[in-house]
C-alpha cells in the first residue's frame, strides 16, 4: 500500500502531485519518509535566560496601537511596545501590514524572532494573538520547492499517516530495539513529523540515525563481500628473500608505523583476493618508500605494476627517485602526455611484451591503446584527484590486479570509515626520525615587512619560498589578496636577482607544469601561487610557506599547503597572514601554530567545517544521510558498522525471519545484485 500512489489522497490533484514529484515524492511512502529538514522550537523562558541575538519566544501584553510605516515597493514596518515581566520591550514586523487589524492595545500576545539585548527589542518573525500554549511546542519544518508551504504538506502527510501507518513494516530485528531503547518504526516516523515532546523526537532521531547507518554499512560490507568473491584466483607468490633484501638497501631505517603497513599490503597481496585497500599518511611519512616495496613483491612474482599520479612533474620525480631505488631490479618506464612518437610506441610494445615491469605515469596511463602483458599491482597516488571512472579503469585493465589507493590528505578514522567502507584502510601515523617539525607563526598583515626580508635572507642562503593566495584576480565580493595583484607587487620589492614565478589555475597543464619545473630547478626562487600547489612537486629547497587570508581555508588544507615545505634537512616554516573575525577562525590559526599533525588537525577540521573538503561531493562516495550526521553521530556510525560486520559474518540475512525485511530493502540496491542469492 505505501507503493500506492500521493493522488489517493484527497486534496492531491495533478499540480499538487506535480510539485511534490519536484521533492521526488510519488508515492505514499515517500511521503511519509520525507523528514522535516528542522525544527523550530518555540519555548518561553524567563527574559533573563534569553540569549542575545538567538530566536527567542516572548508573551506579553501590547502597551498601545502598532504604527505602520511603508517605505520602497510593497515594504512595510509595523511597530509596538509589549510589556514583558514589567519590562517594555520594543517589537518589529517587517511586511506584515495586515497585523495592524488584529494587534491592539490590551491583547496578549506570543512573539518568536531575533532578540537583541542591548536595545531590548525583537524581530518578529511569527506571532499569535493569544497567550503560549504549553511550555515547549516544536515546529517541524520541511524543504520546500514549487508552491508547496508547509502547511499544505503536514496535512497530506497527517492524512497518509492516519490511513497508512498500518502498512509501515518493521524493518529491524527486536533484538536492537531493545538493546538500544529506540522506538518501533511507526512511532518514530509519528514522531519524526508531529513530535509529541523534545524526547519522543530525539528517541525516534535516535531511531534513524542508527537504521540509515547500519543500512549504509550493510551495503558496504555486502560489496567488500562481492568484490573479495568475485577476485578469487589472484595470490601473487612473491619472493620474501629478494623482498627483505630490497628493503635492507634502502638508505634509511622503515618506521614502525610503514612496517605495519607493509605486512598489511604483503599480506593481502599473497591472498586470493583482490587488494581494494587506501594507504593514509601524512606528508612526509613515507608512503612512497611502502608503495616501491609494493611494486617490487609484484615484480618477483612476475607481475607488472602501475602508479598513476595527478600531474606530470609528480610522475617524474616518482619515476626518477624509483629509478634510483631499484637500479637493474626492475625496467621502468615514464608515460605522460608529454611523451609522443617513436617513444610511446616503444613504451606501448614494451609493456604489452611484458619488458617493462612498472609503468609509472599520469591518466595517460588509461587510455585505450595502453596494454598491460600481466598487470598485478595498481597504485594511485592522491586517489581523490581523480574521478571513481578513472580509477576503475586502471584497475580493469589487468586480471583483476592488487589496487593500492594512497592519499596525504589525513582523513578522519570517522570519514575513512564511512566513505570508504568497502575498502580496507591503513594509517602510516608516525614520521620517520630526524625529520624537523615546520615551525609555524600566525602574523597580521601589518608584519608583511618583516615576513619578506625573512624571505629575502633565506633566498640569499639559496633557500625558495612559496606565498600562497586564496584567488586569481581581484574581486569585488571579497577583500582577500589576489595572486596576479601580488605577484606584480612582489616583483617591484624584490631585488632583480631574486626571480618572482606565478601560478594558478587558469594556467594550461603545460604552463603549470613549465612553471614548477622552473621552480624545482631554483630558477624561480619566489613563487606566487594560488592553491593549486597542493598537491604536488617535492622541491627540498623550499623551507618557507607564506599563506595570506589564511582565515579562508580549512585546517586540511592549511596543512595540506603547508607540507610542500620541509622536505629537505633544513629547518622549514609557515606563516599565516590573517585577521579572523569570528571565533571559528581564531581557533583554526591557534590550532595550525600548535600541531603539526595531520590526524588530529583533520578530526577538528572535521567538527569545524564539516566532510565538505575533504572530497569532491560528486566523488566522494559519501552518502547523504535523512537524518544521521557522521560528524556529531560517530559513535552510532561506530556501533552500526559493528553490527552489520557481525550480520554479515553470521549470515544473518539467510533465512532468519527477523533480518526479512533487512534483506528485502538490501536486494532493492542494483550494486549488490547477486551477493544474497
Keep these: 500500500m505505501l507503493n500506492n500512489s500521493v493522488t489517493e489522497l484527497s486534496g492531491v490533484g495533478e499540480k499538487f502531485s506535480d510539485d511534490l514529484?519536484?521533492?521526488n515524492i510519488h508515492s505514499i511512502g515517500d511521503l511519509i519518509h520525507y523528514f522535516p529538514s528542522r525544527y523550530d522550537v518555540f519555548e518561553l523562558k524567563p527574559l533573563a535566560e534569553l540569549i542575545h541575538d538567538d530566536k527567542a519566544t516572548i508573551e506579553g501584553k501590547v502597551v498601545h496601537e502598532p504604527t505602520l510605516q511603508f517605505y520602497g515597493k510593497r515594504k512595510s514596518r509595523l511597530t509596538f511596545t509589549v510589556e514583558v515581566e514589567g519590562v517594555a520591550i520594543k517589537a518589529v514586523m517587517f511586511n506584515r501590514a495586515f497585523a495592524k487589524k488584529q494587534i491592539h492595545p490590551d491583547a496578549v500576545v506570543t512573539l518568536t524572532g531575533k532578540w537583541d539585548a542591548h536595545r531590548l527589542q525583537i524581530t518578529v518573525s511569527n506571532y499569535k494573538v493569544g497567550t503560549f500554549d504549553n511550555q515547549t511546542q516544536i515546529q517541524p519544518m520541511y524543504s520546500l520547492r514549487g508552491n508547496i508551504t508547509n502547511i499544505k504538506l503536514k496535512k497530506i502527510i497527517r492524512q497518509a499517516l492516519e490511513n497508512y501507518s498500518d502498512d509501515i513494516p518493521e524493518i529491524l530485528p527486536k533484538?536492537?530495539?531493545?538493546?538500544?531503547?529506540i522506538p518501533e518504526r511507526k512511532k518514530a516516523i509519528q514522531a519524526m513529523h508531529f513530535p509529541p515532546s523534545r524526547i519522543a523526537l530525539k528517541h525516534a532521531r535516535r531511531r534513524f540515525i542508527f537504521e540509515e547507518f547500519l543500512i549504509f554499512q550493510l551495503k558496504m560490507q555486502l560489496l567488500r563481500k562481492k568484490n573479495k568473491e568475485a577476485t578469487q584466483g589472484n595470490a601473487q607468490m612473491y619472493d620474501p628473500q629478494k623482498v627483505q633484501s630490497f628493503i635492507q638497501d634502502f638508505p634509511f631505517e622503515l618506521t614502525n608505523a610503514q612496517k605495519k603497513v607493509l605486512n598489511e599490503i604483503l599480506s593481502d597481496m599473497k591472498s586470493p583476493y583482490r587488494m581494494n585497500r587506501l594507504l593514509q599518511g601524512d606528508v612526509g611519512s613515507g608512503k612512497t618508500a611502502v608503495a616501491a616495496i609494493g611494486l617490487f613483491a609484484s615484480v618477483t612474482s612476475g607481475k607488472q605494476g602501475a602508479l598513476m599520479v595527478p600531474t606530470e612533474i609528480l610522475a617524474e620525480q616518482h619515476f626518477e627517485s624509483l629509478n634510483n631505488l631499484f637500479g637493474k631490479q626492475a625496467n621502468l618506464a615514464l608515460l605522460t602526455g608529454s611523451v609522443k612518437g617513436k617513444r610511446r610506441k616503444e613504451i606501448l610494445a614494451g609493456i604489452e611484451e611484458h619488458n617493462i615491469d612498472i609503468l609509472i605515469g599520469t591518466h595517460a596511463l588509461i587510455q585505450e591503446d595502453v596494454d598491460f602483458n600481466d598487470l598485478g599491482f595498481v597504485i594511485v597516488d592522491e586517489q581523490h584527484r581523480f574521478g571513481v571512472e578513472q580509477r576503475r579503469t586502471l584497475r580493469d585493465k589487468g586480471l583483476y590486479p592488487d589496487v593500492l589507493f594512497m592519499t596525504a590528505t589525513p582523513i578522519p578514522r570517522t570519514l575513512a570509515i564511512t566513505a570508504f567502507g568497502d575498502m580496507d584502510v591503513s594509517v602510516i601515523d608516525e614520521m620517520p626520525k630526524g625529520r624537523r617539525e615546520i615551525e609555524t607563526y600566525w602574523a597580521k598583515e601589518n608584519m608583511l615587512e618583516?615576513?619578506?626580508?625573512?624571505i629575502e635572507k633565506h633566498v640569499a642562503q639559496g633557500e625558495q619560498a612559496y606565498v600562497i593566495c586564496p584567488l586569481i584576480e581581484e574581486s569585488d565580493k571579497l577583500d582577500?589578496?589576489?595572486?596576479?595583484?601580488?605577484?606584480?607587487?612582489?616583483?617591484?620589492?624584490?631585488?632583480?636577482?631574486?626571480?618572482v614565478g606565478l601560478m594558478h589555475g587558469r594556467l594550461k597543464s603545460n604552463e603549470k607544469e613549465e612553471v614548477m619545473k622552473q621552480f624545482a630547478e631554483n630558477r624561480i626562487q619566489v613563487l606566487v601561487s594560488t592553491t593549486?600547489?597542493?598537491?604536488?612537486?617535492?622541491?627540498?629547497n623550499a623551507t618557507i610557506m607564506v599563506i595570506y587570508d589564511a582565515e579562508r581555508f580549512g585546517l586540511s588544507q592549511l596543512h595540506q599547503l603547508r607540507?610542500?615545505?620541509?622536505?629537505?634537512?633544513?629547518?622549514?616554516?609557515?606563516?599565516?597572514?590573517?585577521?579572523?573575525?569570528?571565533e571559528v577562525g581564531k581557533e583554526r590559526m591557534r590550532i595550525m601554530t600548535e600541531t603539526t599533525n595531520g590526524f588530529e588537525l583533520s578530526e577538528q577540521d572535521l567538527k569545524?567545517?564539516?566532510?565538505?573538503?575533504?572530497?569532491?561531493?560528486?566523488?566522494?562516495?559519501?552518502?547523504?544521510f535523512k537524518v544521521a550526521d557522521m560528524v556529531h553521530d560517530y559513535k552510532a556510525l561506530e556501533t552500526a558498522r559493528k553490527d552489520a560486520q557481525e550480520i554479515i559474518q553470521s549470515n544473518l540475512l539467510e533465512g532468519d525471519s527477523e533480518y526479512f525485511r533487512l534483506k528485502e530493502l538490501l536486494e532493492k540496491d542494483s550494486a549488490l545484485t547477486g551477493t544474497l542469492d
Excluded at 175 to 181: G, P, R, T
Excluded at 450 to 454: D, F
Excluded at 480 to 499: G, K, N, R, T, W
Excluded at 532 to 540: L, Q, Y
Design 21 to 23: 514529484a519536484l521533492l
Design 175 to 181: 533484538n536492537y530495539l531493545a538493546s538500544y531503547k
Design 450 to 454: 618583516r615576513i619578506l626580508r625573512m
Design 480 to 499: 582577500i589578496q589576489d595572486a596576479v595583484d601580488l605577484y606584480h607587487q612582489l616583483v617591484e620589492i624584490f631585488p632583480s636577482h631574486i626571480q
Design 532 to 540: 593549486v600547489v597542493e598537491v604536488g612537486v617535492n622541491v627540498p
Design 563 to 582: 607540507g610542500r615545505v620541509g622536505r629537505g634537512d633544513k629547518q622549514s616554516y609557515c606563516i599565516l597572514i590573517a585577521d579572523p573575525k569570528g
Design 608 to 624: 569545524l567545517r564539516g566532510p565538505g573538503d575533504f572530497f569532491g561531493k560528486k566523488q566522494s562516495g559519501i552518502p547523504e
